[in-house]
C-alpha cells in the first residue's frame, strides 16, 4: 500500500485561481497531494482541528502579508507554508525572526512539476527539523530528557510550582561503581548499568516527574509537589527498587548511586540550571561524607 495522499490547505479567495492551482497537479492518487480548499473565510481551517494538515499553500494578498502569515500559523499550529506572490510583495524576513518554515513561488512563474517539489520540500524540511528537535530533547541511549529536554521542561515545571506554590525538588544521580564496570565488564555492560539505572528511575518516580541523563552516568529528576524531602528518602525509595530490580535481572554488577536533592522554594525561586548545581553539590558532599564515614 502507498503512502497516503499530503494534505494541502489551499487558501486562494478566486475560485478560478484555485482551479488553475489544483489543476497544475493530477488526481491524489497520483499526484501524492490531496487539497482542502478555504476561499479565505476561515471555513477549511475549521476542519484542520479534525483532519490535521501537512502544509499551507496561501495566495498572499497585497496588503497585511505579515500578519496574515503570522496568524495563519497561528491557528494551524506552524504548518509549512508556501506562499503564491507577486514579485513586489514585501515578505517577512524568517531570519530576521519573522515565521519559520516559509518558502515562495511566484505568481505566473511556476509549473505543476515546481509546485510538486516545492511542498514536497516544505513537508520534508519541516518534519526533519522537528527530527532534529526531537533529538535534542531526547537522550538516544535511555529515551529519557537530555540535559536540553530537562532545562526546556524545567523552566515550566517551575513556572508551574510558583503559580502553585507547591515547591519542587531537584534529585541528583550518579552510577558510583560505573568506572569499575566498564574497566572490569567493559563499555556494553556500562551501557546496559546505564539502562538498568533508567528503568530503577522509572519505577522509582511519577510519570509526572521529569527524568533526564544529563551525562554520562548522571541523571536528573524534577519532582513537583514534593515538599521538603530530604536526599535520604529519596535513596530509600531508590534502593529498595535497586535490590529488587537487580536479583531479578541477575545482573553481575551492583548498581550503586551517588544522590542528592535540592528544594525549589517558591518563594525564594531560582533557574534549573541553579538547582541542578544545588542538588550536584549535596550529591558531591554526601559522597564524599559516606566515604570519610567508611575510611574512619
Known sequence: MGESPLRVLLIENHAGDAAIVQGLLPEPE?????????????????????????????????????????????????????????????LPDPVAGG???????VKGKFDGLALCRTLRHAVESSRLKEQIKALTLTDELTGLQSRRGLTILGRHQLCLANRT?????????????????????????????????????????????????????????????????????????????????????????????????AYFDPDRPCTVDELILLADQVMVDRSLAKRSSVAA
Open 30 to 90: 497520483l499526484s501524492g497531494f490531496d487539497f482542502i480548499l478555504d476561499d479565505g473565510k476561515g471555513g477549511a481551517l475549521a476542519i484542520t482541528d479534525q483532519h490535521p494538515i501537512d502544509v499551507v499553500l496561501l495566495d498572499l494578498p497585497d496588503e497585511g502579508a505579515s500578519d496574515m502569515i503570522s496568524a495563519l500559523q497561528a491557528r494551524t499550529h506552524s504548518r509549512p507554508m508556501v506562499i503564491l506572490r507577486q514579485d513586489e510583495i514585501e
Open 99 to 105: 515565521p519559520a518554515n516559509l518558502d515562495y513561488l
Open 165 to 261: 506554590g507547591c515547591g519542587a525538588t531537584m534529585i541528583y544521580i550518579d552510577i558510583h561503581n560505573m568506572g569499575w564496570i566498564n574497566e572490569n565488564l567493559g563499555r556494553a555492560e556500562g551501557d546496559q548499568a546505564i539502562l538498568d539505572t533508567t528503568a530503577i528511575l522509572r519505577k522509582t518516580f511519577r510519570a509526572s516527574d521529569v527524568i533526564a541523563r544529563v551525562a554520562g552516568d548522571e541523571f536528573a529528576v524534577l519532582a513537583l509537589e514534593t515538599g521538603r524531602v530530604p536526599a535520604e528518602v529519596f535513596e530509600r525509595r531508590i534502593e529498595k527498587n535497586i535490590e529488587t530490580f537487580i536479583f531479578a535481572a541477575d545482573r553481575p554488577y551492583e548498581i550503586e548511586l551517588n544522590i542528592g536533592a
